[in-house]
């Protein structure tokens, strides 16, 4: 028998795949095997984080807006009691590589990277448990 996934699992797991994606992709940037911008890796990242924060809403039965900014989101975790364990003003900034960072430079340092990397896995582990599979 197949097994369905549940709107929330769809996002969750390609949460994963995204900060996977960006840690490869950033594996590449350091060794110079590739013509990358961090751009592209902060979109991963950036792409995690909206499906994680949309994976919790949608598990809690939560409708959302259709958007990229993590302020309304966090609105709604928060007005739900939902705890969440994240360094939200460390989110906050991701938001901007939704759409800018796809058409523009925006010239994050290579060092905040590796920070990122360390609070959306942190962040994909505390979905995870407030997911409950």
Known sequence: MV????QYEI???????????AQIL?????????DLDLEIIYFHLQQCAEKLLKALLSKNE??????????????LINENNIDLITNRDLL?????????????VINDDLD??????????????????LLQF
């Open 3 to 6: 097994k369905y996934l549940r």
């Open 11 to 21: 996002l969750y797991n390609k949460a994963k795949t995204d900060l996977l994606a």
């Open 26 to 34: 950033l594996d590449q940037f350091g060794k110079s095997e590739t």
């Open 62 to 75: 939560i409708d959302y807006p259709k958007t990229h900014d993590f302020e309304p989101l966090l609105k």
């Open 92 to 104: 906050m900034k991701l938001s901007y590589y939704a759409v800018e960072g796809r058409y523009a």
């Open 112 to 129: 905040k990277t590796n920070e990122y990397i360390l609070e959306l896995t942190s962040l994909l582990n505390n979905v995870k448990l």
